[in-house]
Structures are given as structure tokens and as C-alpha cells.
């Protein structure tokens, strides 16, 4: 008895090969504009290829990092704007690499959705490749994945991965962080890409639509606002480590805020002495202290609370380093100091003016 079923595609399932081949011959432009020394291949072999030597590396030591962006992708899709969500990916990398005292090399992304979308990922990754050579890191590759069933209409996520280099004996934190070095806060570009699920939830509470005005930036709307990128950090600080060895050590401030992340760098019996008086948060932090009553501990454990890199400096170099984050464009401001401790890694003194 024969089998009189139509033979089933791919296609029909909800997967199309043909609209992933079309969205790589879209954004091969895009990575080309990245190349870098090091990285001359086109996209759409098996494996991205970095040559350090042609790179200038000596005796390199390889620093990898990854990330995605949370739940921020999620304002990206409902609010229709996709041309930043990219940008944040990198910076999120990137930011994480040059804290170790390494150059952000390479770049690759992950793109996973329920039906691709060509126009949304070609947009996604504009992003990506814009701050991708802002960042002197060429994108060499990636992968978009059509997982239908798996995600919502209209859904998708992202991942990347960097990999920068720095030559043996360069690499930050320094063993020589002691008592009395200053810690610099480099300001933000707002709330970065970090505790958006608290952001979605005083939003929703808030009662306001995506589209309408932001109360704490005007002529932007609220999606507009809350999709600036991330600060991509690279540039300015590499140009800041060549021009001073005053800079001991470097932390990215992300999930887990100032408490988490201060102490990732610090050797035993130190702590940080933060003032909080010398914070100036931008307005976003005060809209969404206010509307969603949160505590100042919780602003400080979820928020960048407007700086979101600190630069750990020697006090006998502090006035040398101070000079260089300036010329640098980075608006350093002294929020701290190291102390001696034995008990908590980070002491808070005075209070965040929200």
C-alpha cells in the first residue's frame, strides 16, 4: 500500500536555509568594514581565523569573554527600535576584556530566533559591527539559529563572544594595589545593560507605554531612553594604559553593581571606602528610585548608579593617572579610596543623591 502523504521541507516546519544565506550575503559588508590587522578573511567559512603575529603580538596571553544583553532585548522587540541592541552586545564583551588590560581582537555573535527576520537581524548586527570597529575588534564571524517552537513570534536572542590579547606581564589587576590608591568612577551612558528585568517591572507598574515621552529625558521616548547603549569603553582606556602604569587595575560595572564587582579585583586584607556623596546618578536612576521604591542598597547592587567603570590608581601616580582618564575623554571623578580591612570588601560612605 502506498504512501499518498506529501513528502514534508525543512521550510515547512518553519525553518528557512534560504533567508539565513541571503542575511549572511546582507551583513558580509558589515563585517568587512571590521577587518583590523590580524583579520582579512570574508564571513561564511566553518571558523573565524586572527593572526596575532600580524597583529603585532610578541608573547601574547589570549583573555576571552562572554555575554548577552538580558532582558533589555526584550524593550528592543516590543518598542520595534534594533539598531542598538547590538551595540550593547560588544560593549558588554569588549568592556569586559580591556579591564584585564588586554585589546578587544575578535568578535563573533549569536543570533537565535523563532522565524528569522532578515530586516530585525540585519539591523541587530549594524549594531554589532558599528561598535565592533569602534572597538578596533573585527567581527569574523557568528551564527543565526531559526529555533520555531522555541521562541514567540517575534522573539530572539542574543549572545557574543570576544577575544583580545595582552602581551605576558601587562595583564591588569596589578599585584600592586595597597592602602591609600584612589578609585575613579568613569561615567555611564545611563543604565547600560544590567537589571532590566527591575527596569521592565517599575515600568509596567508606572503605567506607561514604550512610546511615550521618557519623564526624565525629554524628546526621547521612554524606549529610546532605556535602549542607549551601553558605553563602549576600549578605546579610551588602551589609549589610557600606554600613556600611564599609574592605573593598577580596572572593574566593569555590571550585574551585581558596585558591591559585587569592586572586590573582584582586590587582593585580601583591602576593601574599598566608597562615597557616595561623589556620585552624580543621571536622572534615569532617580525616575527609577522613586517610581519603583527602591533602596539605595539595591540601586547599588543593581545599577551602575551612573558610572560604570572604575579605575583603580596609585596614590604616588594618582594626579599623572587623573590627567591621562581626562585627555582620554573619560571624566574621571574620586569616589574612593582603598583601605586595610579585614571585614567587608566594600564600605559605603554618605549617600547617593537620587
Excluded at 578573511?41 to 569573554?65: M, Q, Y
Excluded at 534594533?82 to 576584556?97: E, P, Q, S, Y
Excluded at 596614590?315 to 571585614?343: F, H, W, Y
Aim: glycine content about 12%; overall charge negative.
Amino acid at each position: 500500500m502506498s504512501d499518498s502523504r506529501r513528502p514534508l521541507t525543512y521550510a515547512e516546519s518553519g525553518v528557512d536555509i534560504d533567508a539565513g544565506n541571503r542575511l549572511v550575503d546582507r551583513i558580509k559588508p558589515l563585517a568587512r568594514a571590521t577587518r583590523r590587522p590580524g583579520a582579512d578573511a570574508e564571513l561564511g567559512g566553518f571558523g573565524g581565523l586572527f593572526d596575532l603575529k600580524a597583529a603585532g603580538f610578541t608573547d601574547p596571553i589570549l583573555v576571552a569573554a562572554n555575554d548577552g544583553v538580558g532582558t533589555k532585548v526584550k524593550i528592543a522587540i516590543e518598542s520595534g527600535i534594533h539598531h542598538t541592541i547590538g551595540i550593547d552586545l560588544v560593549a558588554m564583551c569588549v568592556n569586559d576584556i580591556v579591564v584585564q588590560g588586554a585589546e578587544p581582537l575578535l568578535f563573533l555573535d549569536y543570533f537565535a530566533a523563532g522565524k528569522l527576520d532578515e530586516r530585525v537581524a540585519a539591523a541587530v548586527v549594524e549594531g554589532i559591527a558599528a561598535a565592533c570597529a569602534e572597538s578596533g575588534c573585527a567581527l569574523i564571524g557568528g551564527e543565526t539559529a531559526e529555533m520555531p517552537g522555541l521562541y514567540a513570534d517575534g522573539d530572539f536572542d542574543l549572545a557574543g563572544f570576544a577575544v583580545g590579547a595582552a602581551e605576558r606581564g601587562t595583564l591588569l589587576p596589578s599585584p600592586g594595589l595597597k592602602a591609600g590608591d584612589a578609585v575613579f568612577g568613569l561615567p555611564s551612558s545611563g543604565v547600560h545593560s544590567n537589571g532590566f528585568s527591575l527596569v521592565r517591572k517599575i515600568v509596567a507598574a508606572s503605567g506607561l507605554r514604550w512610546e511615550a515621552p521618557a519623564p526624565f529625558e525629554p524628546g526621547r521616548s521612554l524606549a529610546e531612553a532605556f535602549l542607549t547603549p551601553t558605553r563602549l569603553y576600549v578605546r579610551p582606556l588602551l589609549e589610557v594604559l600606554k600613556a600611564t602604569t599609574g592605573v593598577l587595575a580596572l572593574a566593569h560595572i555590571t550585574g551585581g553593581g558596585w558591591p559585587d564587582n569592586l572586590p573582584r579585583v582586590l587582593p585580601d586584607g583591602l576593601s574599598v571606602a566608597l562615597d557616595l556623596a561623589a556620585f552624580a546618578p543621571q536622572p534615569v536612576f532617580s525616575w527609577l528610585a522613586s517610581v519603583g521604591g527602591v533602596s539605595e542598597a539595591e540601586m547599588l547592587r543593581t545599577f551602575n548608579c551612573g558610572f560604570g567603570m572604575a579605575a583603580f590608581v596609585a596614590a604616588d601616580r594618582e594626579e599623572e593617572a587623573r590627567e591621562a582618564l581626562a585627555r582620554a575623554g573619560l571624566q574621571p571623578a574620586l569616589i574612593g579610596r582603598l583601605e586595610a580591612s579585614g571585614g567587608a570588601r566594600v564600605e559605603t560612605r554618605g549617600r547617593l543623591s537620587l
